[in-house]
């Protein structure tokens, strides 16, 4: 039955009138706005941005038309610098002392729903169509059930109630805004955010079992590797022992042998003319440490007859096996060497370096395409999820957001903005509007004249300041 109710509206909505939402703005005429509120908000320290805010705002309002006309927004200088000293004052406070910052932020937590309130009742009401205003009618007790009972209950679910929660929030922000004293209207569609979520968490589990089992591959060849490279130093540390040689009995009877040897071979007497000492007259320091060494160390004949008497009694096989574990070792020294030099020549040739760095940005590029990927895809489904669950009245809404597009748009945005040193914001932001504006449209017959408003008080803008400077969300879709 559902899928038969979605079928009448879908063919009910393109009988109907479709009323694009076209954004003007120019990169131009923005740029020169943005680059006067960048100077005169460091000029001022920052006192000029609550102007600098109000400026940015009226321009993406005024070029936002929906049939040739655009929307405004009324909001005073004055009442947002007051609530972005507020909202400062507490980032001072929280960075002063780690014990400070603790309880500005667990105060934050609590005051969280209070904030969104008073933010969307500000945003709201500074905004308008054809001189008649928005509202927010919400209230803190349903602000405290989504912005802290579902953080809570995704907590406690390990993250399976994630989609719920975010349904709840899209619902709780678009359901309690009106346009004059119409109120739009969301469908529940908890199942449908739960298909999006659930395309988020299986690529990654994907992706992760892959990486595992890469992972593991690879680990098990340097396992292999490293077990072939300890067999290999044990064979040579054996036969290097060998060679000293290890075994106790050999290295005694090479060594009686060379000194039976020796004692045959008549040298020529060498006179020596002895020095009697007493205990009165000890031998100096140094001529005692030459007599140790004297009678310490080998001579040259008698290391060369050891090694000739060595290397007969080693088998020929254990000579062979010496010298490939030699050969191995400089072959590797030799590896490190190349290493070592295709380095410098890495650094010294300009084009080789060039070609490491491009190999490094395409890396990144690819990383930065994967991140955006994910959050184009959350964006335009839930976004597309939202609008095209909404009605005001009789109108309804349709977008046609695409995950493809917004990946596009990050990438692009963010790398002009770092080539260009930050130049670029403008043109990005822009960009983005522009997009955005151009994949919704308004269904049914647009008459205005059918919505009627009424004088609402105006609101300080303290708790939009302090959500917006610790980065609480209030957008919707």
């Given at each position: 039955m559902a899928d038969v109710a979605n079928y009448q509206d879908s063919n009910q909505n393109l009988n109907q009138k479709h009323t694009p939402v076209i954004f003007e703005g120019k990169t131009s005429e923005y740029f020169g706005i943005w680059i006067v509120n960048l100077l005169l908000s460091i000029v001022?320290?920052?006192?000029?941005?609550?102007?600098?805010k109000v400026r940015r705002k009226k321009y993406f309002y005024n070029n936002t038309l929906i049939e040739n006309v655009g929307f405004d927004y009324h909001a005073k200088p004055i009442s947002i610098l007051k609530g972005r000293l507020i909202a400062v004052v507490l980032l001072v406070v929280a960075a002063i002392n780690p014990i400070l910052q603790s309880l500005v932020f667990l105060l934050i937590f609590i005051a969280l729903p209070w904030l969104v309130v008073r933010g969307s009742i500000f945003n709201s009401r500074n905004s308008s169509h054809r001189g008649l205003r928005f509202d927010f009618i919400g209230t803190v007790g349903q602000a405290v059930r989504v912005f802290i009972g579902m953080p809570l209950l995704t907590m406690i679910t390990l993250g399976l109630a994630a989609p719920y929660a975010a349904h709840e929030k899209n619902q709780f922000l678009m359901n309690n805004h009106r346009f004059g004293l119409s109120?739009?209207?969301?469908?529940?569609?908890?199942?449908?955010?739960?298909?999006?979520?659930?395309?988020l968490l299986i690529v990654p589990l994907v992706l992760i079992i892959?990486?595992?089992?890469?992972?593991?591959?690879?680990?098990?060849?340097e396992l292999i590797k490293a077990k072939a490279a300890n067999q290999s130093q044990s064979m040579l540390s054996a036969n290097i022992a060998a060679f000293a040689p290890i075994n106790s009995q050999k290295m005694m009877l090479a060594a009686n042998e060379i000194e039976v040897e020796a004692e045959e071979i008549q040298a020529p007497e060498i006179k020596t003319v002895e020095r009697v000492y007493s205990d009165n007259n000890p031998p100096p320091a140094s001529?005692?440490?030459?007599?140790?060494?004297?009678t310490a160390a080998p001579t040259e004949e008698q290391v060369e007859q050891f090694e000739g008497e060595m290397q007969e009694k080693l088998s020929e096989q254990d000579?062979?096996?010496?010298?490939?574990?030699?050969?191995?070792?400089?072959?590797?020294?030799?590896?490190?060497a190349n290493t070592k030099d295709k380095l410098r020549d890495l650094l010294k040739n300009p084009k080789a370096l060039l070609a490491g760095v491009m190999v490094g940005l395409v890396i990144l590029a690819i990383y930065l395409l994967f991140i955006f990927g994910f959050l184009g895809y959350l964006q335009a489904r839930i976004g597309n999820l939202v609008w095209?669950?909404?009605?005001?009245d009789k109108l309804s809404f349709k977008s046609n957001l695409r995950a493809?597009?917004?990946?596009?748009?990050?990438?692009?945005?963010?790398?002009a903005i770092m080539l260009t040193f930050g130049l670029a914001t403008p043109w990005a932001q822009i960009r983005m509007a522009r997009y955005r504006a151009s994949k919704l449209q308004i269904v049914g017959d647009v008459d205005f004249d059918q919505f009627v408003g009424d004088k609402k008080a105006e609101v300080k803008a303290t708790g939009e300041e302090i959500a917006e400077m610790f980065d609480v969300d209030l957008s919707f879709g």
């Open positions: 001022t320290l920052g006192i000029y941005s609550a102007w600098a109120q739009f209207d969301m469908k529940r569609v908890v199942k449908q955010f739960y298909k999006v979520y659930f395309f892959v990486g595992v089992i890469v992972g593991g591959v690879m680990k098990g060849q001529e005692q440490a030459a007599e140790q060494a004297t000579l062979q096996k010496i010298q490939e574990q030699l050969a191995q070792m400089e072959a590797q020294e030799n590896a490190d095209n669950n909404t009605t005001l493809r597009d917004f990946a596009w748009l990050y990438f692009s945005n963010i790398v």
